[in-house]
DNA sequence: GCGACAG
DNA sequence: ATCTTGTCGC
C-alpha cells in the first residue's frame, strides 16, 4: 500500500486485492468537527444522451466553515479515453485521479475532505472516500446519495435529521442519514481518520436547507457549470 | 443461477 | 452520471 494505489490497474481482481490492502490501513478514529478547512469533491462526466460532449470535470470546493461560504473552487478535467470505465465497486480508479487533480490547484490543502461516495460503507471496505483519504493521509467522509453496500438497522425514520446504522453483520459500515425531510437519505461512512459518530456529526454541521450538506452541494454545482461551460485550463 | 450494483 | 420547468407535497 505505497506510491500509486491510484494508478489504472490492469484488472479488476488487482483493484480488489488492492482495495482490501489498503482498507487494511484505514483509522476509524478521530473528529474533524473543529476543521476550519473543508474540502468536498465531487464530478460531472458526459454521456451519450448530454447535449455537451467532451471531457469529465472534477471539482474541489474549499469551504470555510468559519465563514460558512466556498472560499475557493478548482476545477480539472480529463477525457473519457484516460478514464478508467464506471463499474460499481470501483470508482475511486475512475474519479480519484481528477480529484487529486482538482485538490493540487487548492491554495491551501483541506483539513478534511468531503466526498460523494462512500467511505467504508464498500463491499471491500474501501470506497472512494476511504482510498483518498489513505492515499492522501488526510481525514475524508463520505457523503453518498444512493446506498451500495451495508443493511439498514431498521426503518430510518421521516424526521429530518434522524439516521441508523448501516451494518455489515455485526460490524457497523456507515449510517443511513435524514437530512431533510422528505428526501431520500443520504449515506454516510467514515472514509480515514474519522470516528464512526463523528463522520455523522460532521456532516450534520454542514447541513443548510437542501438535502446534500452545503460544501458537496456547490461542488456538485460548479462541477457541472464547468463541464458544459468548457474547458477547464 | 439470481439479484444488486457509489458515480 | 445526464436531460429538464413547472409543480406538488413535507
Known amino acids: 500500500m505505497h506510491p500509486n494505489s491510484l494508478a ?21 478514529a478521530g473528529n474533524p468537527c473543529g476543521a476550519r478547512y473543508i474540502g468536498a469533491l465531487d464530478a460531472s462526466h458526459p454521456t451519450r444522451f448530454s447535449k455537451v460532449k467532451g471531457p469529465s470535470v472534477a471539482v474541489a470546493v474549499l469551504w470555510d466553515r468559519q465563514a460558512g461560504g466556498v472560499l475557493e473552487v478548482a476545477a480539472a478535467q480529463m477525457d473519457e479515453a484516460e478514464l478508467f470505465p464506471y463499474i460499481p465497486g470501483y470508482l475511486s480508479f475512475r474519479e480519484a485521479p481528477l480529484y487529486l487533480a482538482a485538490l493540487a490547484r487548492l491554495s491551501r490543502p483541506p483539513e478534511v475532505l468531503l466526498v460523494d461516495g462512500q467511505g ?44 441508523v446504522r448501516l451494518m455489515d453483520g455485526e460490524a457497523q459500515m456507515g449510517w443511513l442519514f435524514r437530512s431533510r425531510s422528505g428526501v431520500r437519505p443520504l449515506v454516510v ?22 438535502r446534500l450538506p452545503e460544501p458537496l452541494r456547490w461542488a456538485h454545482i460548479h462541477a457541472g457549470l464547468q463541464r458544459r461551460q468548457a474547458n477547464v485550463r
Not at 134 to 152: C, H, W
Not at 189 to 209: F, I, Y
Request: positive net charge; hydrophobic residues 50%.
Open 189 to 210: 461512512s467514515p472514509g480515514h481518520q474519522v470516528g464512526m459518530e463523528e463522520s455523522l456529526a460532521l456532516v450534520r454541521s454542514l447541513m443548510g436547507k437542501t
Open 8 to 28: 489504472r490497474p490492469s484488472s479488476l481482481q488487482e483493484a480488489a486485492a488492492l482495495q482490501r490492502a489498503l482498507a487494511q490501513a484505514v483509522v476509524l
Open 120 to 163: 467504508i460503507a464498500h463491499p471491500r471496505r474501501l470506497g472512494i472516500a476511504a482510498h483518498l483519504g489513505v492515499y492522501l493521509d488526510l481525514p475524508a467522509v463520505g457523503v453518498a446519495k444512493t446506498l451500495l453496500f451495508g443493511r439498514p438497522e431498521g426503518a430510518l425514520p421521516l424526521q429530518a435529521g434522524s439516521a
